[in-house]
């Protein structure tokens, strides 16, 4: 994957993971595995040397 796609994937994980976690509580094992994935991804872009860090909403309102 080039970095303009990791990039974008964590971004979009970012904004699922802020839908869902608006939702109800119905959507905790979405919510868990959105977080799962964009953890994986974030690794991924880690390893390759790829700087991600995007403003988290969510982790600013908590």
Do not use: C, N
């Not at 904004?15 to 977080?35: K, T």
């Amino acid at each position: 994957m080039t970095e303009t796609i990791v990039r974008q994937l964590i971004f979009t994980l970012s904004v699922a993971r802020e839908i869902a976690s608006r939702e109800s509580p119905d959507y905790d094992l979405v919510l868990l595995l959105i977080q799962q994935a964009l953890q994986v991804a974030k690794d991924e872009a880690s390893r390759h040397g790829i700087m991600v860090d995007f403003d988290d909403v969510s982790e600013r309102e908590h």
